[in-house]
């Protein structure tokens, strides 16, 4: 007998009911979607002819019963789910239109039942082997939440319903005597700024560490809860209950916090004490000092206080303590999820939340400390020159040019393939010191210290890598080819960039010793700019002049200058060449002639008869040009390496090597070559494919074993040895571990263990390139941009970590400038500037507060003048302090948690 012995609740009448009221009238498709998934049908044949209503709707074809059965016929579903016969019973069990959502809920309703079932009943056979009470709550929490989330339904409101509501709020607000309509902080010129704080606000307070933010927030809490009378709760992650009580009784009664702590204290000073804590005790406020708060349990809590005490404001202490409810892939993630957890508690409460945050140590390595927005951000940044790919155009473009715009670019997703995702904001994030990271394939970026890399385990801060580690870099690139440019074109820009001279007061020619070469470009220039060609001789090369067809003058150019132009191409030295954007749009097979006309200028096919070695490589002066070609071969999942060479007096050659047969094969199958450099690549080809191939440059790095491999052995219940035998190697228990995996055989292994994460990891688009140089470089303008889902993007053709944007709608730093001086002056004594860095509703700006250092309390600088309405609007037109109108594009706040200060 089962554990939990109960009949599992569904109906299939009344999911029939549903269905047929969809093939009655598709109308109501959508709004059956909006309630239920294809999983909340219980009975099989009903989830498959959902699944097809929903697919036949994301094509936007109407559900109809004679389009979904011929959709399912066209599947070879039709049978399966009892035929043409059984789709007329659902047909004939139709509800009416009218009272679809009412049955959907009851779909819905018996779904989560069983989920509930399903969730009692692990948690019983969990709990027969526990080895963490505490984990194993947590658990049971996060499936319950999981539910409860799920179980949303999204509604909508008309605007006239909307406007009407707001009116009357704006209506209340108006009969206020004072610019608050929020709970006032206590401090005048902050409550002037923000109006106080607002239901379903999240508000994040942050600094780095000795700027006092918990005594700002306590000080808040004082003037809220005991001066207002507020109900509110602080929960303290990081101090005690006894410590939060030391600091209240210090700033209420103005004694040195040292004293209270030492208890080194006058009988004055105790009789003040013992005054207060008669006003401290009555006074609404609740601490909760649980270590390592879950999102889970600051819910639950704040319900229950919201509830029984009617609690009117929350701040949590601090946010990098909390514990998310689920797992993430890093820690950014979580305080990311943990952040848009106290959002949707201020929501769903109607109270605000203010969450104090810690800053990384970024500030402090700037001139100027004040604290940005960028400072919250852990995923770090990037320079501006940094390459992002436009996914749609397939088009490179610098990060700082894309400030404030969204489209899609390539990413890592969740099973290691490359793919589109959606960019919502990119965006500047100030002055940082950066490091050069180099890799062995000669793919290079510059990055803040706290920018995360993607190692075969997780994501690592840039600070946190050293040479030999191995990052992901994509293998293929795949994009939008929505370019068109004539194949002539193509053909000629090719020869010019490699081997043409086009500058300005330089007669226009192109050079080589191949006549095929200048043949072709000579036939070219003519039909496409009526030019007539002149073709010299000299020794052993050929120089082919480009004469315009037509006499210059001050406002008529040459005809290739127009073109030039038109494409948006320099007239530069070789070292300055470049490829211009429309290369990067066109079609694969337009790549593939580019590069076949540009391989027969600077580029090398050569086979070593007396080795055997084949040599294909491109040589260029330009930098750019390397790593553009570099980044075109990649469409084609060849991967080539850079490297570079200087003679004395020369200028560096960055040379693009593709070594090994298979990516030897796919270039000249695929890109091929012109001109005498083809004359041997047949022969070449069928040496290549007889030759054995190499399988170990993309292998995958020898962590494998420990993190994945051997785990899944243990599992499936064999020896290394019986484990060696299968894989059909020699066993050797001191070397199994020491070397990298190749492709092949880690498919092998997955197929033996049944393990799916090795087989996406041996089939991948990921190449695990070795770093060779990380080097401090000095500080520079820096970017980073957010990609949805994915959380990350590729740059300078390696894959790194975005910013995470999170729902705060007030963020605040402070800072002290006395703290980073050894002499400040008189004025800096004691002052606190509070810097309100985002508003989603209204300006930011600086205010300047007292910080009583003893006391660890803020006061205000000005005097109160709330009552005074009069001086409320002159105050407002023209405030004590300077305030920035806040912008349409602010940054939205990332958190940057600084590892080394939890």
């Not at 909006?34 to 099989?44: A, G, S, T, V, W």
């Not at 695929?670 to 054995?692: M, T, V, Y």
């Not at 002499?823 to 007292?850: C, F, W, Y």
Request: proline fraction near 4%.
């Amino acid at each position: 007998m089962s554990d939990i012995d109960v009949i599992i609740p569904h109906d299939d009448q009344t999911e029939r009911a549903v269905l047929g009221a969809i093939l009655l009238d598709p109308s109501v498709v959508d709004l059956v979607i909006n309630i239920l998934k294809p999983e909340d049908f219980y009975n099989i044949k009903h989830k498959i002819i959902y699944e097809a209503i929903i697919e036949l709707s994301e094509k936007g074809e109407i559900p109809s019963f004679l389009i979904v059965k011929n959709y399912l016929d066209s599947k070879g579903k039709l049978e399966t789910v009892g035929g043409e016969g059984y789709l007329a019973l659902v047909l004939n069990d139709a509800a009416p239109s009218s009272t679809v959502e009412t049955v959907a809920k009851q779909v819905k309703e018996k779904a989560i039942v069983r989920n509930l079932i399903q969730i009692a009943q692990n948690i019983i056979q969990k709990s027969k082997q526990y080895k963490d009470v505490n984990e194993l709550i947590e658990e049971a929490e996060s499936q319950i939440f999981k539910i409860n989330e799920e179980r949303t339904i999204s509604h909508y409101y008309e605007l006239k319903d909307v406007i009407k509501d707001t009116l009357n709020i704006i209506n209340e607000l108006s009969k206020k005597e004072t610019v608050v309509t929020g709970i006032p902080s206590g401090f005048y010129d902050l409550d002037r700024l923000t109006t106080g704080f607002h239901p379903g606000d999240l508000v994040i307070i942050a600094a780095r560490p000795a700027m006092g933010k918990t005594s700002f927030a306590l000080s808040i809490l004082h003037n809220v809860s005991v001066v207002e009378k507020y109900p509110a709760v602080f929960f303290s992650l990081e101090m005690s209950k006894e410590q939060i009580a030391m600091r209240l009784l210090s700033l209420e009664a103005k004694v040195p916090l040292k004293k209270v702590r030492s208890g080194f204290l006058s009988s004055e000073e105790m009789e003040k004490l013992a005054e207060v804590s008669v006003e401290l005790s009555s006074a609404p406020i609740f601490i909760d000092d649980t270590a390592s708060l879950s999102i889970l349990d600051l819910r639950a809590k704040a319900r229950r206080l919201k509830k029984e005490k009617d609690i009117q404001l929350i701040i949590v202490d601090y946010l990098q303590l909390m514990r998310s409810h689920r797992r993430t892939e890093n820690r950014q993630q979580e305080v990311a999820e943990i952040s848009r957890g106290l959002k949707a508690i201020a929501k769903e409460l109607s109270i605000p939340v203010l969450a104090l945050a810690q800053l990384s140590r970024q500030a402090e390595l700037r001139s100027d400390k004040r604290p940005q927005l960028a400072d919250l951000r852990e995923s770090g940044c990037l320079t501006g020159d940094t390459l992002i790919i436009d996914a749609d155009t397939g088009i490179l473009k610098p990060i700082k040019e894309m400030i404030d715009k969204q489209f899609y670019t390539l990413s890592m997703d969740k099973n290691l393939k490359i793919r589109k995702s959606f960019v919502s904001k990119v965006f500047y994030s100030g002055k940082k010191v950066v490091y050069l990271l180099k890799t062995k394939s000669g793919r290079e970026i510059k990055a803040s210290a706290n920018h995360p890399f993607y190692k075969i385990d997780g994501w690592y801060r840039l600070d946190k890598l050293k040479v030999g580690d191995k990052i992901a870099v994509p293998r293929i690139i795949n994009t939008g080819s929505g370019g068109n440019l004539d194949e002539k074109e193509i053909i000629l820009l090719a020869h010019l960039i490699g081997d043409g001279c086009i500058l300005p007061r330089q007669p226009y020619h192109y050079t080589s010793k191949d006549i095929e070469n200048i043949n072709i470009v000579a036939d070219i220039a003519k039909k496409l700019f009526d030019i007539k060609p002149r073709i010299i001789k000299q020794n052993s090369w050929f120089h082919v002049y480009f004469p315009s067809p037509y006499k210059l003058t001050k406002g008529k150019k040459h005809p290739i200058t127009l073109w030039f132009e038109k494409l948006g191409i320099k007239r530069a030295h070789s070292f300055e060449k470049e490829i211009p954007e429309i290369i990067f749009s066109l079609s694969k097979d337009n790549i593939a002639l580019f590069l076949k006309h540009l391989w027969a200028t600077d580029g090398c096919i050569y086979f070593n008869r007396k080795s055997g070695i084949v040599s294909i490589y491109y040589s260029t002066t330009s930098r750019k040009l390397a790593y553009q070609i570099y980044h075109l071969l990649l469409r084609f999942g060849i991967l080539p390496r850079i490297k570079v060479s200087q003679k004395e007096r020369y200028r560096p050659s960055f040379n693009i090597y593709i070594y090994g047969s298979r990516d030897q094969s796919i270039f000249l199958e695929e890109i091929g070559c012109f001109g005498k450099k083809c004359n041997d690549s047949d022969k070449i080809l069928n040496l290549l494919k007889d030759k054995k191939r190499n399988p170990n440059v993309d292998t995958i790095p020898r962590e494998v074993w420990n993190l994945y491999i051997k785990r899944f052995k243990e599992i499936y219940g064999i020896s290394w040895r019986e484990f060696s035998k299968k894989l059909g190697i020699s066993y050797y228990s001191s070397n199994l571990f020491k070397y990298s995996i190749s492709r092949e055989k880690l498919l092998k292994i997955a197929h033996i263990l049944s393990a799916i994460e090795l087989h996406q990891l041996a089939t991948s688009d990921i190449f695990w390139d070795e770093i060779v140089e990380i080097r401090k470089l000095g500080e520079e303008d820096v970017y980073d941009m957010t990609v949805e889902e994915t959380h990350n993007f590729i740059a300078n053709d390696i894959i790194v970590h975005n910013s995470i944007e999170q729902d705060a709608d007030l963020v605040m730093f402070i800072h002290r400038p006395e703290y980073y001086k050894k002499n400040p002056t008189p004025e800096e004594e004691g002052l606190a500037e509070i810097i309100i860095a985002k508003q989603r509703n209204g300006p930011t700006g600086v205010v300047n507060l007292a910080f009583i250092k003893d006391i660890t309390r803020f006061e205000n600088l000005a005097k109160s003048d709330y009552e005074d309405t009069t001086q409320t609007d002159d105050i407002i037109d023209e405030p004590p302090f300077e305030i920035e109108e806040v912008s349409d594009n602010l940054d939205l706040l990332e958190f940057d948690e600084d590892i080394a200060d939890l």
